[in-house]
């Protein structure tokens, strides 16, 4: 691998985030050529130093590697479809799920290139700091992608990254709409969302902590009740359920948590620790 700031980047799709990339790597010192297929994305960046390719192939020969940020990976396939790719050097910053992820690294090896599959865990202000966290799988990099942000190499599964990814936004969802939830209860009271959210920022700080501690049970595929029984976590659940309803504020995710602990406390888990319930999410089609 190399972090020589001389190696040349090509960018290939300009939107908001391909222009964070492109940019940081010119920020970085890269030779940087970029290409869209709207030209005039890349006005600003051509402004500070950037050059643009006039057709698709001539940004793949002209870096000594290709970031691609495109909508999806259909968009890839099209784009790249009549492309000369031997000998080049691609990592995929498109979304997607893990099977497209290595559906595309077979087809783009297949064809010569060698392929990187990744995802973005920042929003295009973040990147080129440390916060911009840029997840990879596959083939690691011949080069050093550290201009982008904080780079974590997940393994050789292409699909590693993108799993990863929607992964992330479980989490990230659940705990939005759990802060929704009790914001929604708490205005019925005259409790503003800002009053509201630094509590709320302790408590998922809190329940944060528990993870590593969960993950030996889950690993482990053992329960103890070492804190509480999920058949005592069910019953708070019904007086979440109870007290949606009373305050008339939506109750469909406390009574889809309540409707999952029940079903585990009926297949007999409810004097086991919450974790059981990953049985719950792995049941899906059985």
């Known amino acids: 691998m190399t972090d020589n700031a001389n190696t040349p980047v090509s960018v290939v799709g300009l939107g908001l985030m391909g222009t964070a990339l492109a940019r940081a790597f010119l920020k970085a010192g890269h030779p940087t050529t970029v290409w869209n297929r709207t030209a005039a994305k890349a006005d600003s960046l ?9 057709s698709i192939g001539e940004a793949l020969d002209a870096g000594g590697v290709t970031i ?6 259909s968009a890839v396939h099209d784009l790249l479809g009549d492309a000369g790719l031997e000998g080049t050097n691609l990592v995929n910053l498109s979304s997607g799920s893990s099977a497209q992820a ?30 911009a966290v840029i997840l990879l799988s596959g083939p690691r990099p011949d080069f050093d992608l550290g201009a982008l942000g904080t780079i974590s190499h997940l393994g050789e599964d292409p699909g590693l990254a993108s799993l990863y990814d929607v992964a992330g936004l479980t989490m990230m969802w659940s705990v939005l709409n759990a802060w929704l939830q009790g914001t929604a209860m708490l205005k019925t009271a005259g409790v503003d969302a800002a009053t509201y959210a630094p509590f709320a920022r302790q408590i998922a700080a809190g329940v944060a902590d528990w993870l590593p501690g969960y993950a030996e049970q889950v690993d482990k595929g053992a329960f103890p009740a070492e804190v509480s029984a999920l058949e005592t976590d069910a019953r708070a659940m019904a007086h979440l359920v109870e007290e949606c309803e009373a305050l008339g504020v939506n ?18 888990h409810g004097g086991e620790q919450y ?7 792995e049941r899906a089609g059985k």
């Not at 974790?275 to 999410?281: D, G, H, K, Q, Y």
């Open 251 to 268: 109750a469909e995710l406390p009574k889809l948590l309540k409707a999952m602990a029940d079903r585990a406390i009926a297949a007999g």
């Open 275 to 281: 974790p059981v319930l990953i049985r719950e999410f």
């Open 102 to 131: 290595r559906e595309t690294a077979a087809w783009a090896e297949k064809r010569g290139a060698r392929y990187t599959d990744g995802a973005i865990m920042a929003i295009p202000s973040a990147i080129g700091t440390a916060e």
């Open 68 to 73: 691609l940020c495109l909508t999806d990976y």
């Open 46 to 54: 051509v402004a500070e130093g950037a050059r643009l390719a006039p």
